[in-house]
């Protein structure tokens, strides 16, 4: 995948990455009860634009994360 990238993504995937790191540093502020991790290709450098972000959330209680 980052052969991919440096080859056919060099000049527009850092500033896409970037942008996707600040969405789920948003999210992780906004979810930090759950201690949140990232995970997926936003956290091994590897996203894009079509990349999603994936947290990984921790509670002792699973229903303490259902959307209010």
């Known amino acids: 995948m980052r052969v991919y990238l440096d080859l056919f993504c060099a000049e527009?995937?850092?500033?896409?990455?970037?942008?996707?790191?600040?969405?789920?540093a948003l999210w992780m502020e906004r979810l930090a009860e759950f201690r949140p991790h990232l995970t997926g290709a936003i956290w091994r450098g590897t996203a894009t634009r079509l990349s999603s972000v994936h947290l990984h959330l921790y509670c002792d209680d699973s229903k303490a994360a259902n959307w209010r």
Do not use: F, K, M, N
């Open 12 to 24: 527009s995937q850092p500033t896409e990455l970037a942008a996707l790191r600040e969405v789920a």
